[in-house]
């Protein structure tokens, strides 16, 4: 993932300079939000405001230990977590953990982001972070909060079920 | 298209559409709301220290008042201000 739009320097951020930073990243992270959010954009523009204004706070103890992308999405995650604990946010999985489709989706309309909206909101967020955003597996690591054999994991099976779903699921 | 070519299709982009200049303003409003309850903190951990001093600052000003209310002060002060205007004379001497 292209980590040129990072801050100028650590104390050194002017709202001018964080107005880059957001124009910068505002698309991709709401982009990754509203695919968290299984679209529902009013929530993703909420949950990206919200990562903006943590990440304004916080600028300042940003070390530059991780790439700047991979600092701001783990603020987003974690806002997208806390939404969802407090909205109560249902998986869309049966009782083995597979997958299902959400009611009155329409398997003959059925593309990408509707087959994403049936993952696990790990497995969603790990395939859009590598695939999608390009992002290498150690950086989306880092953003998820999880050591690099989960979020492997997250991603096998989310290739999995995308599989199964797009091939039982085809027009 | 294989699964991997469809899931590294680029997210369709968002636009802006006063987005930034929101998140801009908000960081403001914030930053204003942060430092108006730091000095509400700041005031309020100060006050009882203010109380402390008010009867003192009180007593202060009484005792000038009583001070500059007697003909001494007003002996002293007038002797002074005569001494102050003849200064250049005084050094002269």
Redesign the interface.
Known sequence: MNDSAAPPGVGAVS?AS??AL??AH???L???L??LTRGDHALA?DL??ET??EA??KLAQFRGDSPFAAWLYAIAWSRFLMAARRRKLEPLENENGEAVLPEGGSIAKLD?EKAMACLRAPERAA??LC????MPHGEAAIALAMPLGTLKSHIARG?EK??TL?KDHAP | MSLDEALSEPLAPVRDDGFSVGVLLAARHAEERRRLLLWGAVFLALLPLLLLLAPLAQSAVTLMARISATPLFAYAAGVLMLLWASRPRLLRL
């Not at chain 1, 695939?131 to 390009?134: P, Y």
Request: proline share 0%; no cysteine.
């Open positions: 709202a964080f107005g957001v124009r505002q698309s991709a709401r982009g990754f509203r695919r523009d990206a405001q903006f204004l304004w706070r990408m395939l859009t695939f999608a955003l390009g290739r995308l599989k797009l």
